[in-house]
């Protein structure tokens, strides 16, 4: 359990001297939108947080893409469905998201 880099490492000396490894969990990093890699608010950085479920936002795309993010791809959606724009006009990260959105 203790040979995976999941843990780190840290050098204790007991009372008596001795020097003994102790194992720590690492501290997790904050979850980043899928499209422009910026930190998501609102989510908790703990490794061992209830779940990415409980702790995101209820909104479409919470825990996923940031508030602009996903801004933009509903008034993507809302365009493509609209007949304002094509399928083929728009990026190949967003094109996912936005295909979720119309079949949603």
């Given amino acids: ?3 995976s880099k999941s843990f780190r490492r840290t050098d204790r000396v ?3 001297g001795r020097h003994v490894l102790h194992f720590e969990r690492k501290p997790g990093s ?3 939108c899928a499209i422009c890699r910026a ?3 609102g989510i908790p950085a703990k490794r061992n947080a209830k ?3 409980i702790n995101s936002n ?3 795309f919470g825990g996923v893409l940031c508030s602009k993010c996903s801004a933009n791809v509903i008034k993507l959606a809302s365009r493509i469905e609209q007949g304002e724009m094509k399928l083929n006009d ?3 990260v967003q094109r996912n ?3 979720q959105m119309i079949s949603h």
Avoid: D, V
């Fill in 1 to 3: 359990m203790h040979r």
């Fill in 14 to 16: 007991t009372p008596k």
């Fill in 30 to 32: 904050k979850p980043h």
């Fill in 39 to 41: 930190e998501l608010n």
């Fill in 51 to 53: 779940g990415r479920t």
């Fill in 58 to 60: 209820a909104r479409m």
């Fill in 90 to 92: 728009i990026g190949i």
């Fill in 97 to 99: 998201y936005i295909l």
